[in-house]
């Protein structure tokens, strides 16, 4: 009886251990899914909802979303529910009864920014079946992609203002920059409202993608490949006594104005009106009548706020003939945006620059400023384009500083002498499509001589 008693004993507490151990295994864990409604891409400034939804059998515990940078290394506490401190959570009846129960967690990020986009992760906590003290955790993750279309986006000309060659065929090039995009946006050119057929080349020193409607190609020089030697040759007509080119249809730096029956470089007595502005209308021999070849380089910068600056060069033959009152577009494409975004330019050459000189009546010893003020000809919205360089130079002579000519959109002269009175002053305009030369004459009126009677009746001055 003894010993069936102790066997009795030995095989009840066998059986509840094996019990327990199971019960451990396939019934204290419970059961937990995590999974997160994928996102589309969104623009900035929207409002974004993250969804994670999770089924299970088990108590919750918590949830906890982070998001993730630095390649993963770094996760960054978003939102956090506690499970343990919320009176409204629906605790299950029946432990032993499974059950899954379906639920969500949402958290709104209002107003995205570009440094919001990356993973984002949602992990979720249950409570083992067992033991309270003991927590099964699951995750989801989903990657969140903010756009953000481009916010600004120029035309210039590269390497202006700058002086040119009228006697020799040039290259001329165009620089569009679209600049906080993300992604990079498509840009690219149009002529008077037609896109341009393109080739596309890789600029020295950069590796990045290029765009275009044919192949790539080496850099090279543009020019070789179309002028031969009878293009590249000066006019004859446009060529000085010494070789050198001569100035268009003004006077000469050397000689001066000079009216009939006065001496020369004596100053005029009174003031003069501005003569005309001269604009030069002869082309170089160089100048070709057939459509030139436009090639197109498309550069990606990469910016520390995780957009792309876009630099989109296009670069031709420039023909002044073809190419003056040419209307250039730059358009971007991009996909956060419902129509392109477009700034356009007109090749213009100088007018004629209008000049204002202050004071209006100088003195002797007066600082006088000759400025550029715009043109005399065209219209607000067809301003000279590319930006002409000014030069000064002094009709006949030289500067008040010695030099021969001064660069810039004003003149400055200071403590003007008597002795200027009646110089004539010459402000040439020049871009790569033209140039024109506009004069001005400075009058100086001397100090006035004061008067009054002696005592004995004599003037004296």
């Known amino acids: 009886v003894t010993c069936f008693t102790v066997t009795t004993s030995s095989l009840s507490f066998l059986l509840q251990y094996i019990y327990e151990n199971l019960c451990f295994f396939f ?14 891409p969104v623009v900035v400034g929207e409002t974004v909802t993250l969804k994670c939804n999770f089924k299970t059998d088990g108590r919750l515990r918590e949830i906890v979303w982070y998001r993730v940078t630095e390649g993963g290394t770094i996760k960054q506490k978003i939102f956090t529910y506690d499970a343990m401190f919320n009176t409204n959570y629906s605790h299950m009846e029946d432990y032993r009864r499974r059950e899954d129960l379906v639920y969500q967690s949402t958290v709104r990020l209002p107003e995205v920014r570009i440094s919001d986009n990356g993973p984002y992760e949602c992990h979720v906590g249950i409570y083992d079946r067992a033991t309270r003290e003991k927590v099964v955790l699951a995750s989801g993750n989903v990657f969140l992609t903010v756009m953000s279309p481009p916010n600004n986006i120029s035309v210039l000309a590269e390497n202006t203002p700058a002086p040119f060659s009228r006697y020799q065929a040039q290259n001329f090039t165009l620089v569009c920059t679209a600049k906080g995009g993300k992604p990079a946006p498509t840009v690219y050119f149009k002529r008077d409202g037609e896109l341009i057929e393109v080739i596309s080349y890789v600029q ?8 275009g409607s044919a192949g790539v190609r080496g850099a090279r020089p543009l020019i070789s490949r179309d002028l031969d030697d009878t293009k590249l040759q ?17 006077e000469s730096p050397g000689r001066g104005y000079h009216t ?3 001496p020369a470089n004596e100053p005029s007595p009174a003031t003069e009106a501005i003569p005309e502005t001269v604009v030069s209308r002869e082309f170089p021999r160089w100048v070709q009548t057939t459509d030139p070849l436009y090639y197109f380089s498309n550069t990606h910068i990469p910016q520390s706020d995780g957009s792309v600056l876009v630099q989109a ?8 003939q073809l190419d003056n009152d040419a209307l250039f577009s730059c358009e ?16 213009a050459a100088p007018k004629g620059p209008k000049l204002l000189m202050t004071p209006a009546r ?6 006088v400023r000759i400025t550029v ?3 005399q000809v065209g219209s607000p919205w067809n301003e000279v384009f590319p930006e002409p360089l000014f030069t000064w130079t002094r009709v006949g002579g030289r500067l008040l500083d010695g030099s021969t000519e001064r660069a810039g959109k004003e003149l400055v002269l200071e403590r003007v002498p008597a002795e200027l009175n009646g110089s004539m002053y010459r402000c040439t305009a020049q871009n790569p499509l033209g140039s024109t030369d506009t004069h001005t004459r400075l009058i100086v009126f001397g100090e006035l001589c004061s008067t009054h009677l002696s005592p004995t009746g004599h003037l004296i001055s």
């Not at 204290?28 to 994928?38: A, H």
């Not at 060069?313 to 002044?320: E, G």
């Not at 971007?332 to 090749?347: C, F, I, N, R, W």
Request: proline share 12%; charged share 15%; hydrophobic share 30%.
């Open 313 to 320: 060069k296009l670069t031709w033959t420039l023909n002044p």
């Open 373 to 375: 003020q715009g043109f």
């Open 362 to 367: 100088a003195k002797v010893g007066d600082t």
């Open 332 to 347: 971007v494409k991009h996909p956060a945006l419902s129509m392109p975004m477009q700034t356009e330019v007109t090749l």
């Open 234 to 250: 000066k006019s004859l007509s446009l060529l000085g006594p010494d070789g050198r080119p001569g100035r268009l249809y003004t």
């Open 204 to 211: 020295p020193g950069y590796g990045d993608e290029s765009g």
């Open 27 to 40: 019934c204290s864990t419970g059961y937990l899914t995590v999974t997160i409604e994928p996102l589309p």
């Open 260 to 262: 009939p029956g006065q």
